[in-house]
C-alpha cells in the first residue's frame, strides 16, 4: 500500500487494519422466537452449514465444540 499511501488522491488515509469479521444468516422460529446462526464458514462450499443457536455462535463458537440443549436458543436473544 505504499503507492497508495504517497498517492494525492487519497491524502487523508493510510493503511488499514484488517480485522477478523465474520457474518453469517439467522433464522429465527416463529413457533418460540429462536435464533439460530446458519454459517457455511467452516466447511468446503457445497455442504451443508453449521446450525448452532445464535447466542452460542456470537461467544465464538467453533466446529468440534459442544453445543448445549436446545432450550438455550430461546428468544431473550432473537433477533427482532
Not at 480485522?19 to 422466537?33: K, P, Q, Y
Amino acid at each position: 500500500m505504499p503507492i497508495i499511501e504517497d498517492s494525492v488522491a487519497l491524502p487523508a488515509h493510510r493503511e488499514a487494519e484488517f480485522l477478523d469479521l465474520h457474518n453469517t444468516a439467522v433464522i429465527v422460529s416463529r413457533e418460540d422466537g429462536a435464533a439460530w446462526a446458519v454459517d457455511s464458514w467452516f466447511g468446503p462450499n457445497g455442504m451443508p452449514p453449521d446450525v448452532v443457536p445464535l447466542d452460542i455462535w456470537r461467544a465464538g463458537w467453533q466446529p468440534g465444540q459442544s453445543i448445549p440443549t436446545v432450550a438455550s436458543a430461546a428468544a431473550p436473544d432473537a433477533v427482532p
